[in-house]
């Protein structure tokens, strides 16, 4: 297991966020990822990037708690199966990157490691500055979710895995 690989999991294991070591046998997204009912599968063969374990491990961190355990493959297209608001999970796909940030910070690793030049469809560059200059996004919904360290602010967290829901009933 690369070195990077054993420190992310140990700080999965440390936040308590559902992850297992399985064969991921078809083609997804990220190579050897794979989520399954709001459970992170990788596979050491096939992962590419240590980084993208944090990213997907982000949607799970970050999804509103009564989706969370129906985050399922194609999170975005099973997201609408299921009824979710395509603005809800936009917002959540921001905050799984600025939650990445804040986690391999975190742990002590360089943020190329998660904003790898291979991702992020050729932006990862200026992502790597944005963050790096307090210029980077998602991070104030991580905030209104009461995750960041109220005193400190982003990339400090005072909790991983989010708990507040957008709104607290349906009309």
């Known amino acids: 297991m690369h070195e990077h690989t054993k420190r992310i999991c140990d700080f999965l294991t440390e936040i308590q966020l559902p992850f297992r070591f399985h ?18 599968y990788i ?20 999804c509103e708690p009564i ?5 399922h493959e194609d999170v ?12 809800a ?5 921001m905050a799984a990157i600025a939650w990445s940030v804040a986690a391999i910070q975190y742990i002590g690793l360089p943020l190329e490691v998660v904003l790898h030049k291979d991702g992020y469809k050729g932006a ?9 200059e307090g210029n980077g996004f998602g991070y104030p919904l991580l905030s209104a979710w009461n995750m960041t360290c109220p005193k400190q602010g982003f990339p400090k967290m005072q909790k991983w895995i989010r708990e507040l829901r957008w709104i607290n009933e349906l009309s």
Do not use: C, W
Request: net charge negative; glycine share 12%.
């Open 23 to 40: 064969e991921v046998e078809e083609n997804t997204f990220l190579p050897g990822l794979k989520t399954v009912m709001g459970t992170l």
């Open 76 to 87: 975005y297209k099973n997201g609408l199966k299921n009824g979710r608001e395509k603005q």
């Open 124 to 132: 990862s560059a200026s992502f790597v500055i944005a963050f790096k």
């Open 89 to 93: 999970m936009q917002g959540e796909e």
């Open 67 to 71: 989706f969370r355990g129906q985050l």
């Open 43 to 62: 596979d050491n063969e096939k992962l590419r990037y240590p980084g993208d374990i944090l990213h997907e491990a982000g949607h799970i961190a970050v």
